[in-house]
């Protein structure tokens, strides 16, 4: 089972970046399917970025509101996530998650909450206008 921390979270301002990090603990960390979500306040938990496994050509994906703005990328040999986030708007303040899935699926499936069986703690990002 992996466990997962996200750091790199702050107050920022608009325009500004920020680069969350997640380790993971895991031997076989490079076939993980990995996502990142967030969730504002009274929000429910919605998808951000995600990328494949080594097995999957570490492919990757982003929500339409993302999508331009933020990279995700990993390490394998660190066992590392990164998020990348620039330039940031304050709809981006939310507490931002690390998942991770040991399956693969259909079209679409990494951005479902559902299909990540492990989660990190989260880590708080603040954009101010």
């Known amino acids: 089972q992996v466990q997962l921390v996200e750091s790199g979270g702050g107050l920022v301002q608009a325009g500004g970046s920020l680069r969350l990090s997640c380790t993971a603990s895991?031997?076989?960390?490079?076939?993980?399917?990995m996502g990142w979500f967030r969730q504002a306040p009274g929000k429910e938990r919605e998808f951000v970025a995600a990328?494949?496994?080594?097995?999957?050509?570490?492919?990757?994906y982003y929500a339409d509101s993302v999508k331009g703005r933020f990279t995700i990328s990993r390490d394998n040999a660190k066992n590392m996530v990164y998020l990348q986030m620039n330039p940031l708007k304050p709809e981006d303040t939310a507490v931002y998650y690390c998942?991770?899935?040991?399956?693969?699926?259909?079209?679409?499936?990494?951005?479902?909450?559902?299909?990540?069986?492990?989660w990190g703690q989260g880590t708080q990002v603040t954009v101010s206008s």
């Open positions: 990328i494949s496994g080594r097995w999957s050509g570490g492919n990757t």
């Open positions: 998942a991770a899935s040991p399956a693969n699926g259909g079209s679409g499936w990494w951005t479902l909450v559902e299909n990540y069986n492990t």
């Open positions: 895991a031997r076989t960390f490079s076939t993980y399917f």
